[in-house]
Nanobody
Framework: QVQLVESGGGLVEAGGSLRLSCAASRSIFSTGTMAWYRQGPGKQRELVALITGGGMTNYADSVKGRFTISRDNAKNTVYLQMNTLKPEDTAVYYC????????????WGQGTQVTVSS
């Protein structure tokens, strides 16, 4: 049963922009925190940005001022707008919804590849 589905990745030149989308099942999305992680080649998965149900956001230092996370509660969708992309942003980006505090699972999407060429 698919719970989180990402889209929007691709190949872009340095300085370009991409917008990632993550559509979630309503039972998962609800009003809980949603997050984007990424895993670059040979690197550990890292938190990129998160947004709470109330709209508070937090970003990794490496993306502050360039990336914006947002959510549309009516569409059960979270977005990651990525501007001024750099080659070091190249990674597989994963949508996450950790619902273990609610007796559910820690949900991950299948990942979407973002490649930034120099």
């Amino acid at each position: 049963q698919v719970q989180l589905v990402e889209s929007g990745g691709g190949l872009v030149e340095a300085g370009g922009s991409l917008r990632l989308s993550c559509a979630a099942s309503r039972s998962i999305f609800s009003t809980g925190t949603m997050a984007w992680y990424r895993q670059g080649p040979g690197k550990q998965r890292e938190l990129v940005a998160l947004i709470t149900g109330g709209g508070m956001t937090n970003y990794a230092d490496s993306v502050k001022g360039r990336f914006t996370i947002s959510r549309d509660n009516a569409k059960n969708t979270v977005y990651l707008q990525m501007n001024t992309l750099k080659p070091e942003d190249t990674a597989v980006y994963y949508c996450n919804a950790d619902r273990r505090g609610f007796g559910m699972n820690n949900y991950w999407g299948q990942g979407t590849q973002v490649t930034v060429s120099s």
